[in-house]
């Protein structure tokens, strides 16, 4: 390719006495409006954005007073009487001089690719610089930018070498305008690249000297033939550049006529162009955005999000703001319809004040109050309900109407579940004055409210007093300056967003390295689920050591996730840290991160591997992922030996017994040491163990006695779980199944009863043998409720969908259900609610069952 800087831009003869008018700068074009938000006297005026490379972005159009766009001011006396030359000679200097600063945005680009090939070469040796996921990270499309500004580059050059009113460079601009779904992709991984760009530089050095010495080729008159530039100052480029080609837009249709073949589509560009502006204006993140108070302090925004507050023992949802000196915590003010919306402050506390508040000396922090988890579970089964109706209804002929009903009772429940799910504890206290407790529902989110405060106050802080006008001031900013607009749920999304994953996600967790000295770690993993991020594994942790080796299998469901993260831990074993509340986490964390569960990634058969790094410490993983419409198949099984996947009455006619042997034996285990474990059914158990578990009773290993007595006590509850999911029919069995979800839906106690009972009466004998033992068992485990916290309800939950969900050909059958997913939205509350409907009841007795004549016999 031939060199950027060799090439010519063509300057009209007095195009360098223009350069100062216009602002064409050799940083690219910027118009009139570019220093908006700045005063006479170059004070700043509240609120403005900041564009300098460190901060964040903000995509910005420039407006004069009447809210219309600005555009640079043209020389005195060109265009005067409208004579048409001398406009189509501007159009020339407009777009000669945007052709210069595309020519040296092009370099820029280059810049930026140039360490990239040979970083992402070595990601594969065995010393690598970064992994590959780092460089497309911080790299993420940057080539395509580059290709579509070069092939723009070289159309546009020869249209003004050979420049005469003919000329046409519309369709140009139209094409440009029509890529910026690049731009979009850019603009969304843009605060993540520069986070990996910023962890790359601290953990490697290498790296370091490389991000802060990128060369830059100056265009062809430059004295300087290269400048040195930092990788963070490039990354900013294409966040700036498209404001700049949008001004260019506004100045090259102010100088063309309108009967000019260009005007239309020079206008449809722009249009494009301010359309995509203000789209991303409404989700870019203006972090640190710069604030004046009246006394001129400059106050910037850091971080801000909802947080749910324990206020008058209640749960209130806030969005908090943290800026450089304070915290402010703000609810959303009502409004009456078209106004805009404003906050309202509830208190704030100078950085300088604060102090985060321990168990032991928070005597006055509020009681948490919290729901039992099959009420939220119960909701999660209403919400995905509601969806399943919104899709069917999107297809209906006359579905618009009841669809916005939907979505406003769907958003109802999603905002109750994300005001009650959250239990961890956040104190803050204000140590000249109160003290404020919030419930977060991960520990991750904890942990960097916790550094971003903490890296805030290592500065020399001093404390502020606001007067009732600042604060009102301030308050008023944040509505502009906010970087999260809305609250957490799918209702707020937009259909073409992606869904998240819905079904089960294997995770192997392999091993960590890069602790400087030994430890005693643990990992635990989260995903996402309905806006919020919940806890769903955990590894065991090591004593001492530098390099621990889990090698541990976990299945995670998820529901509509898009992110996994992992927190890696260091286990406390000091008792008399370990009396805390019993949503105080006290061990502490080493070191988070997180990866996005990309669907073409996860879903292919293959396991993929992956490293997460934090804090130095690198974390080993490997995951893949099941659909739900596949993991719901329970799939007939043509062996005839083991136990997994066989019909329950062939294993019980070859063992001559009423109840399978692994039901007994895995009952009897949990019973024995399971039954006062927190979580018992609920936390999944190492799948690799549940697969030696699973191959032992499959092939009738003689030590299988002495293999549970050493087993974790989640493994065999997840082997029992295991055992009736791959049944090749439900236990309650698929011809059933129907009666069952009428018969619990009847109003009528009376006529439930007798259905209820006449159905349990009506299942094979192996079948009915094996749930009444099952029934009782998940009844004594209940009894320990205030031990293990598993209620009559939370074994409903984890039981109900495995004992009855239909098999694969039953689900077929059902015309009105298009896929596995769809049974299992609408029909899993049912499936839950027949099962708490028999743990219930009084104790059932096999033989008074089939003895009792008062239940009618009408054949099912």
């Known amino acids: 390719m031939e060199p950027l800087s060799a090439r010519g831009v063509p300057r009209l003869s007095w195009i360098d006495t223009l350069y100062s008018n216009f602002n064409y700068n050799t940083d690219g074009y910027e118009g009139d409006g570019a220093e908006d938000g700045k005063s006479q006297d170059g004070s700043e005026t509240l609120p403005y954005i900041d564009e300098s490379p460190t901060m964040s972005p903000q995509l910005c159009t420039p407006q004069g007073p009447d809210g219309e766009m600005v555009s640079p001011t043209p020389p005195e006396g060109l265009l005067a009487g409208g004579d048409i030359e001398k406009g189509l000679e501007m159009k020339k200097l407009v777009l000669s001089g945007f052709l210069a600063s595309e020519e040296i945005y092009i370099n820029q680009l280059e810049a930026l690719l140039l360490p990239m090939r040979p970083l992402k070469a070595t990601a594969t040796t065995s010393q690598p610089v970064l992994t590959i996921q780092q460089v497309e990270t911080i790299f993420y499309k940057i080539q395509d930018i580059f290709e579509i500004h070069k092939e723009f580059y070289d159309a546009l050059l020869p249209n003004i070498q050979q420049w005469d009113e003919k000329v046409t460079v519309g369709h140009l601009f139209q094409k440009l305008a029509s890529q910026l779904g690049v731009y979009k992709a850019f603009v969304d991984n843009y605060k993540v690249a520069l986070e990996t760009a910023e962890k790359c530089s601290q953990a490697n050095g290498q790296f370091q000297k490389i991000s802060e010495n990128l060369k830059v080729k100056g265009p062809k008159d430059s004295k300087d033939c290269t400048t040195t530039v930092s990788m963070e100052a490039l990354l900013y480029k294409p966040i700036d550049r498209v404001t700049r080609s949008t001004l260019v837009l506004h100045d090259l249709l102010k100088h063309t006529p309108k009967d000019h073949p260009d005007f239309p589509l020079l206008q449809d560009a722009l249009r494009i162009s301010q359309n995509f502006l203000s789209s991303i204006n409404e989700e870019i993140d203006p972090r640190r955005t710069a604030v004046t108070t009246p006394k001129g302090e400059a106050r ?12 008058e023992s209640s749960r209130k949802l806030r969005h908090v703001f943290l800026f450089t000196d304070l915290l402010l915590c703000a609810k959303m003010k009502k409004t009456s319809v078209g106004r805009q919306q404003q906050y309202e402050c509830k208190w704030y506390i100078p950085l300088a004040d604060l102090t985060f508040q321990t168990l032991d000396d928070s005597d006055s922090c509020p009681s948490i109050q919290i729901l039992p988890e099959h009420e939220i579970e119960e909701m999660k089964i209403k919400i995905s309900v509601l969806k399943s109706d919104i899709q069917k209804e999107k297809k209906a002929p006359k579905g618009q109407s009841r669809v916005e009903r939907l979505r406003k009772k769907m958003n109802e429940q999603e905002s109750w579940l994300l005001l009650h799910s959250p239990t961890i504890p956040f104190r803050i206290h204000n140590k000249h004055g109160k003290s404020y407790q919030f419930l977060l529902s991960s520990d991750y989110e904890r942990s960097e409210w916790r550094e971003s405060i903490q890296k805030l106050q290592k500065k020399d802080l001093q404390t502020c007093v606001l007067s009732s006008v600042e604060l009102q001031v301030l308050t008023s900013s944040c509505f502009k300056l906010r970087t999260v607009h809305n609250i957490p749920v799918t209702s707020n999304k937009d259909d073409e967003e992606t869904p998240g994953l819905y079904g089960f996600l294997h995770v192997i967790v392999h091993s960590a390295k890069g602790f400087k000295e030994s430890a005693n770690p643990y990992c635990t993993l989260e995903v996402d689920s309905y806006g919020y991020f919940v806890s769903k594994a955990k590894t065991r942790a090591f004593r001492d050591t530098t390099e621990p080796q889990w090698n541990e299998e976990f299945e995670i469901e998820l529901e509509g996730s898009q992110y996994l993260r992992i927190l890696c831990y260091e286990k406390c074993y000091d008792k008399s840290m370990l009396n805390k509340d019993d949503n105080e986490i006290v061990d502490k964390i080493m070191g988070k991160g997180q990866v996005q569960l990309d669907p073409q990634t996860v ?10 790094e934090m804090n130095g410490i690198k974390v080993e993983f490997s995951m893949k992922f099941t659909s739900r419409d596949l993991s719901l198949k329970r799939t007939p099984s043509k062996k005839q030996s083991g136990v997994f996947g066989v019909k329950i009455n062939v294993v019980t006619k070859r063992e001559r017994s009423k109840v399978p042997y692994i039901v007994r034996q895995c009952i009897e285990e949990v019973e024995k040491r399971g039954i006062d474990e927190v979580g018992i059914y609920r936390i999944s158990g190492v ?6 578990l699973k191959t032992a009773f499959d092939t009738n290993t003689k030590d299988i006695l002495v293999m549970l007595s050493d087993m974790d ?8 779980k295991l055992y009736f999911r791959e049944l090749p029919e439900p236990l309650l069995t698929d011809r059933l199944y129907p009666a069952f979800m009428e018969g619990i839906a009847l109003s009528d106690p ?5 259905c209820m009972m006449h159905l349990l009466r009506s299942l094979p004998d192996p079948n009915l043998m094996t749930f009444l033992i099952l029934l009782e068992h998940l009844k004594r485990v209940a009894e320990k409720e205030p031990i293990n916290k598993m209620s009559l309800h939370n074994l409903a939950t984890v039981f109900g969908p495995t004992l009855l969900r239909p098999s694969e050909s039953e689900i077929t059958k059902a015309q009105h259900i298009t896929s596995a997913s769809d049974i299992w939205s609408h029909d899993v509350m049912a499936q839950v609610q027949v099962l708490l409907y028999y743990l219930q009841h009084p104790p059932i007795s096999f033989a008074e069952l089939k003895r009792n004549t008062l239940y009618f016999s009408t054949d099912v």
Do not use: P
Not at 750 to 754: G, L, R, T, V
């Open 750 to 754: 009376a006529a439930k009863e007798n």
């Open 713 to 720: 006590i989640n493994a065999i509850a997840g082997t029992l």
């Open 300 to 311: 910037q925004l850091v971080k801000d999000g909802f947080l749910v507050e324990v206020s």
């Open 687 to 692: 799948a690799t163990d549940i697969q030696a």
């Open 603 to 612: 879903q292919s058969k293959n396991w993929h591997m992956d490293v997460i």
